[in-house]
């Protein structure tokens, strides 16, 4: 395990002195690429309620961690209609594909008990992140909620979706991130 972590910090630092930026216009030309080193502690949340507060800036820095990995991000509110009819489809994306993707929610514009009751609610199996101002939506370059955005392994947005998803659409932006050779549907 020790080896494993040494391993993918090693690969934090190379990725971090070889990607420049992060690819696809997912952030405003004049924000520099934040540098991560290997001393520096996951930004990712280990436990789904634990919530912790992020600005743009930090929450480049966790997608910058999260290279090698696909990622859908979703921004969200609990106070949000369309939020609360994407949440099922969502999760069960999540725990299908979980094991092969990285979700990250970001909870936006709320309060933490909010939060944190709507994915008690939902049984969302992924974690948030907690954004009260909307400044990582903003620095994305999108507007209003929910947003579903799609990252492929190597931090390039492939596609968002904008407004609440649909499991079509979710399993569509999935496939489109998975590498190659595990882009096959489960059987029914």
Not at 44 to 68: C, I, N, S
Not at 164 to 172: A, H, M, N, V
């Amino acid at each position: 395990m020790r080896a494993m972590t040494r391993r993918r910090s090693l690969a934090l630092v190379v990725l971090a002195l070889i990607v420049p930026s992060c690819s696809g216009g997912s952030t405003p030309a004049d924000t520099p690429t934040p540098a991560i080193n290997a001393t520096e502690a996951a930004l990712l949340p280990v436990t789904t309620g634990a919530l912790p507060e992020m600005d743009f800036q930090r929450f480049q820095k966790l997608l910058l961690q999260l290279r090698g990995t696909p990622v859908v991000v979703n921004i969200w509110g609990s106070w949000c209609g369309p939020c609360r009819a994407e949440a099922p489809h969502l999760a069960s994306a999540a725990r299908t594909y979980g094991d092969r993707v990285q979700f990250v929610g970001v909870d936006i514009l709320d309060r933490v008990d909010a939060a944190r009751s709507f994915m008690r609610e939902f049984e969302i199996p992924y974690p948030s992140v907690f954004d009260p101002t909307g400044g990582i939506r903003s620095g994305l370059g999108f507007v209003g909620q929910p947003i579903t955005i799609f990252y492929d392994a190597n931090g390039k947005m492939v596609s968002a979706i904008p407004g609440p998803s649909q499991p079509s659409e979710l399993l569509q932006g999935i496939l489109r991130i998975l590498p190659p050779q595990t882009s096959t549907s489960p059987s029914s």
